[in-house]
Antibody, heavy 120, light 107 residues
């Protein structure tokens, strides 16, 4: 059975940093495209980063330069390092895996999310 | 970057048909995917590749895509279909683009 479990959220001071983890079971993170998607309170879904099977990484325009996505194949875990946090980064952060076919990718599995609150 | 536009809300009576649009420049040339999200829950895929349904999704859910508009259609709407719905495309070989979301209200 596939499961994605995010951890690492909490209350963070503005300007601070946080590292989110996504522990995966049921498939290998190195075999899939893995993304982080966030959702601010009462707002829509916002994709923020993806790591490809080969290790290439891509970021959404709103977070470029402040986020780093990575993975540890031995732990089957994906990470999201976020720096210089601001109130606008307050959101539930979801880990997600992609299925890709014919040049398009969609999300087939989602975690339950972890809440990051940026506040003094 | 590519922009997807959805109506903020759609309201329908139970037993009728709901249609949720997703507009984008020549979106018909892309593959569109749809997610349902209920309060406090992670999204769930309901349509992929314009019109395919994952296992477990009722046949009442269908999709189409042509020109500048993709559409999610929910037939014989039930109270349990009340949720937020998001369209999504894969852009530039690396970017996930979501629409702004549509809140479906069952009257």
């Amino acid at each position: 059975e596939v499961e994605l479990v995010e951890t690492g959220g909490g209350l963070i001071q503005p300007g601070g940093s946080v590292r989110l983890s996504c522990a995966v079971s049921g498939f290998s993170v190195s075999d899939n495209y893995m993304s982080w998607v966030r959702q601010a309170p009462g707002k829509g879904l916002e994709w923020i980063s993806v790591i490809f099977r080969g290790g290439s990484t891509y970021y959404g325009d709103s977070v470029k330069g402040r986020l780093t996505i990575s993975r540890d194949n031995s732990k089957n875990t994906v990470f999201l390092q976020m720096n210089s946090l601001r109130a606008a980064d307050t959101a539930v952060y979801y880990c997600a895996s992609h299925y890709c076919n014919a040049g398009s990718c969609y999300i087939d599995y989602w975690g339950r999310g972890t809440l990051v609150t940026v506040s003094p | 970057s590519y922009v997807l536009t959805q109506p903020p809300s759609v309201s329908v009576a139970p037993g009728t048909t709901a249609r949720i649009s997703c507009g984008g420049n020549n979106i018909g040339s892309k593959s569109v995917h749809w997610y349902q999200q209920k309060p406090g829950q992670a999204p769930v895929l309901v349509i992929y590749s314009d019109s395919d349904r994952p296992s477990g999704i009722p046949a009442r859910f269908s999709g189409s895509n042509s020109g500048d508009t993709a559409t999610l259609t929910i037939g014989r709407v039930e109270a349990g279909d009340e949720a937020d719905y998001y369209c999504q495309v894969w852009d530039s070989g690396s970017d996930v683009i979501f629409g702004g979301g549509t809140k479906l209200t069952v009257l």
